[in-house]
Structures are given as C-alpha cells and as structure tokens.
C-alpha cells in the first residue's frame, strides 16, 4: 500500500436504523489504517453518491437490514455513473439473501459481507480491492 | 459445613486435578464476558437472608416471579411479532398464527409508518411493506384486524415515536367491533430512549416525546385500564451489542426517568406505575439471561420502593416480555438457529418471563416464512407441554450459582445507574453519548473476540461447513408499494378532507399548549388522517430529532 491512505465512505442509506454492523466494520477498517468517513443515518443515494465525490473516497461500504437493498445499491451505481464518478467502488453488507448477493455483483457490486464475516476479511477485502487502483 | 471447605477442595482437589489435565480455557466467561467461577457454594452468597434477597413469588421483591402462581396458574403468552406486505397479507398470517396456538398478537409495522411517514413520501421507496406492515390509515388497520375479536385477543405494538397514532387507531378499530376501550388489552413500545440509545427509530426530540409519552400514561390510567401505555426495552439495546449488564442497567435507567417525568407532570406514581411493562433480550449464555431477568425484578422493586415511595405492590412489580436474540443467528446453516432459540426460549422462561416471541430460523436472510415461524411457535409449545419446567417456579431458585450470579449482576447494574445518575439523568447521560458509547465499545470488543476466536458462533468461526443448503424464503411482492400507495390516494379522494384538516389544525394548535394530546389524536385518526399528516403536524411543532453521527 502506497503512501495514500485508501479512503471509505461507510453509508446508512433509507429509514434502517441498525448501525451495529456498519459502526464495527467501520472502526475495525480505521484501526487497519484506512481513512474512514461515516455518514450516519437516514442517508437518500443522493447524499451517499455527494458525500463521496466530494470526499473523493476510493470506496463506499453500504450496510442496509431492511430489505430494500434491490432499490438502494443500483440507485447509487447509477447515480455514480452518471456524475462520472464510475471508479469510486461499491460494497455492501446486511440481510440480503443470496439469490441477491448474485444479482449484487452482477451489477457491479464487489462484495457483500453477510453477517458473523470476520472483520479481517473485510480489511484484506480493502487491501486487495484497492491496491490494483 | 466445613469451614474453608472450597479451599481445602481446591488446594487438596481440584489444582493436582488441573495438573494432570487442564482446562479448557484460561478464563472462562459469558458472552457479555463476565468472568464465571468454577464453582458457587453456599459460602460465596455470604450472609443471605432469603427473606429479602428472594422471599415469595408475587411477593416484594419479587425476586423468584411477579405472581403467585407463575405458570401453574397461567403460562407466559406465546406472542409472535409479525408482520409484512399490505395489512391483507398480515390479517392472513395473523388468522394463521392464531389458528396454531399463538395466545397473543403483536404488528411489526414497516419503516415509514415507524418513521411517522406515509407509503408515498420520497424516502418511502423501496421501504413499503417490506419489513413490516405498511400502515398508513385506520382503514388498514382495520384491514390487520378484520375477524380478530379485540375482546379476546391483546396485542402488542413495537412502534415508537407515532405510538400514539397506532394506540388511537387500536382504539377506534375495537370501537367499529362494539369493544370499549375499557375492554381492550395491549401494549405499545413507546419507548423513546431506547431510540436515541439503540434502536434509532425517533421522530421528534426528547422533550415533546417524553410530552406524549407522559399523556399516554394519563390518558391510559383513566380510558385505557388494561393497556400498557410503555414497553421500556432492553431488547434492541442488547442487539446493538450492549453486554447483559448494560441492557439490564440501561432499561431500567430509562425506567426510572419515565416514573420520574410522570411524577413531574402531577400524576400519582401508583396510578400509572403498575401498567409499566418491560421488554429484554433473551440471548445465548442461558445462566446470565435467568439472572438478569431475577435481577431486574428485584432492581425495580427496591428503586419503586424507596425512590419513587410507591405504595401500591402492583407498582413494583417488573413484568416483561422477552425476544430471543436476533443477533445471535447466522445466515451460515440457517437450520441450527432452531436450536439456539430453544435454549434462550427456555432462559427466558426459567427467568419468569409474562411473554415470549421465538425468532425464525431464516431471519438472517428476510421476513419468516410461514413454516419458520411455526417451528418458531412450536417450540415455545414444547417448552410449555413437554418439558416440564412449567410446573413449579422459580426452579432455579437457590442454586449457589444463579443465586451468587443474580447477586452480580445486581451490583454490577447498580454502578451503572449510579454513573448516570451523576450524570444527571439518562436525558443527559444520552446527549453526552454515554449509553451509545459503552455499546458501540461492547459491541465491537465482541467482534474483536469473535475474530480472535475467543468466543465462538458455532457454523461461523468454529464447524464451519461450506455452502449452506438453500432455504424457501419469504419475499415480498414488488406490487405491494404500487397498491398501497394507490390506495392511499384512493382514501384521500374519498375522505371528508375539511373535517381532516380541521382536526389536524386543532391537534396543532393542542400541540403548542399542554393538553393530552391523545384524543386530538383519536379525532384525527377517526376521520382517516393518515400516520403522515398526524406527525407532520407533530414535526411543525416539536421538530425533529438529529443525531450526531458517531462510531
């Protein structure tokens, strides 16, 4: 890893208040070293898409239980897409079925990490997935 | 009784035992990692005096049980949460629950009506019916409970900043059945501290919701006698990753700050006290979660007691509901989350539990299936008929271990409440970010366990068995957001819209001064204004609530 820190914009996107998961992953990626930014909760894919242009991370980690992970995750590829902003990656995590971790990464998602992942996962997953930027 | 006599065994015994064969483990500890000793004698109580630490079930402290005939007299209600899609798809499940021997209902509402808002605002996309029932307007709610006879059956609603809404529209929902709502029996969560600290689901901040909260209490005391106006929670804190200690301190922190604002608003602490309820986790280490349970009785008995000077016993007595762990199943071999409910079903009830919901086997993956859900239901009924812990209380009454265990997490409790006392209260404690700080710390010091492999999730970081069989899983229809919000456009045509907008002028207005605002309320539910149109007026006055994003 070069001398600049990999920067993570870590989403609660849509009405979904359990930040349990996406507060651990977000503390165990700092205290690897990554450079991270939480957003909070109650983010639109608006603001999540804004926040990471204009904190121009490498990488955002969306964390959505509710169930409106099919709605949530393609608005925020396209929307990165159309601000031109294609190369910032997207990865995810929460309840989603598997059926729909396939569709997922189909689209263009990386990775979703379910529950009970082991958080040196996560930071080896940011490691690599970066490191070829 | 020999004296020293746990010495001299582990000297003389146990250490040349050790010597050849070792422990398993260094330290051996809860899930909350509490450290637990090998073994509790009589000697390590000290001076026990069961009179005041125990006495008898029904009896002050209430240590052993909150009546006096526990499950001999009647077993704890077998009350499944549940809900999803439009309130048709929800009736069915509810008809089909009741048909398989659940003893009481509870609604699982999706996020825009928990939010206060309706199926068609901008932040609802995506969001309708897909974690619960979508409720706009009475008109759906009447739909949920279409042939339920609200005379008979009680039902419990996990809904918060709007609880108000969906109490008022409970209200007029038995009314239109010709059941008073002196009959009705039931509970709302309403529970807005546990929202700031854990389950993040407020509206409005915490004066004006302490206001409504406070009004039900009232309105309840003197119109609603067999409702419990609070469900204060300990639930969705544990979720969050509090340890038992903390879940058990936090809830009854917060308990103690809803007897104290009702005192302040002139109410008589034994008028509204004993329809307080409780709601806990009932979590993985079976021995910790029976304690927590006999402690919190006991906690809440003796702070009733002597710092709120209740006289009347019903007001100290802690009754609860309680909810297996959702954070403790894994999505890795779904089918052996069976097995952990069974065992924190069986803690809640050997703690005494009033009420228990089961959670489904395939919860780490969406909403239960209709199959999930009865093997969750069947195996509170295998508890309750097959395993005989039913038929005596408090059976783990005077075991060294439990006993010494209870007596721990009391003290332990105890430190907690004291330094957020100091603090000024729990309103206070909540704006510095105390409760929020110790869970986000417990949480990931678990995580960091887990990654260690000091603490084990059986499929997950131990016997981990490659792919998982696929599953049936429930999945909600596409359709639903599309007709849900058709119809609300369909009611808001056929509505008296003047009779609407003068009741929501007046509930404003009522807002703004200090009257009960629970049948301003109750009118503007009766003439279909919408969950939506009642909180924004709400929001124009109160405001809303804004956290400081933080981990």
């Known amino acids: ?133 | 009784m020999s004296e020293g006599g746990k010495k001299k065994w582990e000297a003389q015994c146990l250490k040349p035992h050790l010597a050849k064969a070792a422990a398993r483990r260094k330290r051996f500890s809860t899930i909350s990692d509490l450290e637990i000793p090998a073994l509790v004698c009589e000697e390590d109580l000290g001076p026990y005096s069961y009179d005041q630490k125990l006495n008898y079930p029904g009896q002050y402290p209430f240590t052993r049980g909150v009546y006096p005939s526990m499950y001999r007299g009647r077993l704890w209600t077998m009350r499944q949460f549940s809900g999803f899609g439009t309130a048709k798809d929800t009736n069915k499940r509810y008809h089909y629950l009741l048909a398989q021997g659940t003893t009481g209902l509870s609604v699982a509402f999706h996020l825009p009506t928990i939010y206060g808002r309706d199926s068609d605002h901008p932040l609802s996309r995506g969001e309708v019916g897909v974690c619960g029932v979508a409720v706009d307007t009475l008109k759906d709610m009447e739909t949920i409970f279409k042939g339920i006879p609200l005379d008979k059956v009680t039902t419990s609603m996990t809904i918060n900043g709007p609880a108000a809404v969906l109490l008022a529209m409970y209200i007029a929902v038995a009314e239109k059945q010709g059941v008073s709502k002196k009959q009705i029996g039931g509970t709302i969560q309403n529970d807005i501290l546990k929202e700031y600290i854990a389950q993040k689901s407020w509206i409005f901040p915490p004066e004006p919701s302490l206001r409504l909260i406070v009004d039900t209490f009232e309105y309840c005391s003197n119109e609603v006698p067999r409702w419990n106006p609070i469900s204060i929670s300990g639930y969705h804190i544990r979720e969050a990753g509090s340890t038992a200690i903390q879940e058990l301190a936090f809830t009854l922190r917060d308990g103690m700050e809803y007897v104290k604002a009702g005192i302040e608003r002139g109410l008589e602490v034994d008028k509204f006290a004993p329809r307080l309820s409780f709601f806990f986790n009932a979590h993985n280490d079976f021995f910790e979660e029976i304690a927590k349970y006999r402690a919190a009785r006991r906690i809440w008995a003796k702070v009733m007691k002597e710092r709120f000077g209740a006289k009347n016993p019903e007001s100290m007595r802690l009754r609860f509901h309680t909810q297996t762990a959702g954070c403790s199943l894994t999505a890795a071999q779904p089918y052996i989350n069976v097995a952990r409910v069974t065992v924190q079903a069986l803690a809640a009830v050997m703690g005494g539990t009033q009420s228990l919901h089961t959670n489904s086997l395939d919860e780490t993956y969406a909403l239960p299936t209709e199959e999930a859900a009865t093997i969750a239901l069947r195996t509170q009924q295998i508890i309750a008929e097959e395993s005989g812990v039913a038929n005596t209380i408090d059976p783990l009454g005077g075991s060294y271990f439990v006993e010494w265990l209870t007596d721990k997490l009391e003290a332990e409790a105890w430190k907690y409440i004291e330094t957020i006392d100091k603090m000024g209260g729990m309103i206070e404690a909540i704006k510095y970010g105390y409760p929020q700080r110790e869970i986000a710390d417990a949480a990931y010091r678990y995580q960091k366990q887990l990654d260690r492999e000091e603490k084990i999730t059986v499929g997950v970081n131990k016997y981990v068995s490659g792919e998982s069989a696929e599953i049936p899983l429930l999945r909600i229809d596409p359709n639903v957001e599309r007709e849900q919000v058709r119809s609300l456009n369909r009611l808001r045509k056929e509505r008296d819209n003047r009779v609407v907008k003068k009741c929501l002028s007046r509930l404003e207005s009522a807002a703004s001064g200090k009257d009960n605002l629970v049948p301003y309320v109750l009118e503007a539910v009766k003439v279909y204004a919408s969950v939506g149109e009642i909180c924004d007026t709400l929001r124009a006055v109160f405001g809303e609530y804004e956290e400081v994003a933080g981990f």
């Open chain 1, 1 to 133: 890893m070069g001398s600049e820190k990999i920067r993570i914009l870590v989403a609660k996107p849509g009405l979904d208040g359990h930040d349990r998961g996406a507060k651990v992953v977000a503390r165990a990626l700092r205290d690897a070293g990554f450079e991270v930014i939480y957003t909070g909760l109650h983010q639109t894919p608006e603001m999540i898409v804004e926040s990471a242009v204009q904190e121009d991370v490498d990488i955002i980690g969306i964390s959505i239980l509710s169930g409106a992970h099919m709605t949530v995750f393609p608005e925020v590829l396209k929307l990165l897409k159309k601000k031109k902003a294609g190369h910032i990656k997207v990865f995810g995590g929460g309840i989603i079925p598997r059926d729909d971790v396939k569709k997922l990464k189909a689209m263009g998602v990386l990775e979703i990490f379910l529950s009970g992942t082991n958080t040196d996962s996560i930071v080896e997953f940011g490691k690599k997935k970066i490191a070829g930027k």
